[in-house]
C-alpha cells in the first residue's frame, strides 16, 4: 500500500526557510485521482492544512499561509515538497503529509506519514 | 468558516458508548471527514461523506449528519479507541478545516 514518509531539518533558525520533503512509495504519485497534502499540527494543538500539490504541479494553499508557501511537486523521485519562508516560533509544529483524495464531491485525506518535527530556535 | 465540536472530552467507561458532536458554520456543508489521532501517532481517516467508514475501520463507528450538524457514534468503546477525532471539512477554493478535536478517554 502507498506509504508516505517526512524528512528534512528539525531546528531552523527564525527568520530562516523550512524545507520539508515526503517521499511517496507503495504507489504512483501521478495519479489523477488525489492530491498531496501538507498538514501540520502546533504542540498541543489541533490540525491544520496547509496546501497540496497535484501531479501536474497544479498547488492550493491556505490563505493563512499562502504568502510564505510553496508546495512542489517532482515526479521523476515520486516526491513532494514543503518551502515555507520567514519562520518565527509559531511555525513550530509537527508536520505531516498525507494523501488526498478530492474529485467531484468526495474528498478524504487517507494515507499519512509519520509526521516530522520542527522546531523554529535560534 | 469555522468547526467547533463537542465536548471537548468525553469520558467513557469500557464497553460504553457515546457521541461526539461537530457543528460547522457552513450550513451548506453536505459531509465531513472524521479522523482518530492516537496519541504520539498520526491521524488515521475514519469516516468520509458523513457516512461512509474508511477501510479497516470496526463498525462500532458510525457517522452521521448533514449541514451544519455532524454526529460520529462509538457504540462500545475499546481501549484502542481511546484517541482525539477531529472533524474536517472542505470549503471552496478549496480550503480544508479541522475541528479543535474530542478527546475520548476512559473514565
Known amino acids: 500500500q502507498v506509504h508516505l514518509q517526512e524528512s528534512g531539518p528539525n531546528l531552523v533558525k527564525p527568520s530562516q526557510t523550512l524545507s520539508l520533503t515526503c517521499k511517496v512509495s507503495?504507489?504512483?504519485?501521478?495519479?489523477?485521482?488525489?492530491?498531496w497534502s501538507w498538514v501540520r499540527q502546533q504542540p498541543g494543538k489541533g490540525l491544520d492544512w496547509i496546501g497540496y500539490?497535484?501531479?501536474?504541479?497544479?498547488?492550493y494553499y491556505n490563505p493563512s499561509l499562502e504568502s510564505r508557501v510553496t508546495i512542489s511537486v517532482d515526479t521523476s523521485k515520486s516526491e513532494f515538497s514543503l518551502k515555507l519562508t520567514d519562520v518565527t516560533d509559531t511555525d513550530t509544529a509537527l508536520y505531516y503529509c498525507?494523501?488526498?483524495?478530492?474529485?467531484?464531491?468526495?474528498?478524504?485525506?487517507?494515507?499519512w506519514g509519520r509526521g516530522t518535527l520542527v522546531a523554529v530556535s535560534s | 468558516v469555522v468547526l467547533t465540536q463537542s465536548p471537548a472530552t468525553l469520558s467513557l467507561s469500557p464497553g460504553e458508548g457515546g457521541t461526539l458532536s461537530c457543528r460547522t458554520s457552513?450550513?451548506?456543508?453536505?459531509?465531513v471527514a472524521w479522523y482518530q489521532q492516537r496519541p504520539g501517532q498520526p491521524p488515521r481517516l475514519l469516516m468520509y461523506?458523513?457516512?461512509n467508514r474508511a477501510p479497516g475501520v470496526p463498525d462500532r463507528f458510525s457517522g452521521s449528519g448533514s449541514g451544519p450538524d455532524f454526529t460520529l457514534t462509538i457504540s462500545s468503546l475499546e481501549p484502542e479507541d481511546v484517541a482525539t477525532y477531529y472533524c474536517?471539512?472542505?470549503?471552496?477554493?478549496?480550503?480544508?478545516?479541522f475541528g479543535p478535536g474530542t478527546k475520548v478517554d476512559f473514565k
Open positions: 498525507a494523501r488526498t483524495y478530492d474529485i467531484s464531491t468526495y474528498w478524504f485525506f487517507d494515507v
Open positions: 507503495g504507489g504512483s504519485i501521478t495519479t489523477d485521482d488525489y492530491y
Open positions: 500539490v497535484s501531479h501536474t504541479g497544479s498547488t
Open positions: 457552513q450550513r451548506s456543508t453536505s459531509y
Open positions: 461523506d458523513a457516512g
Open positions: 474536517q471539512q472542505r470549503s471552496n477554493r478549496p480550503l480544508f478545516t
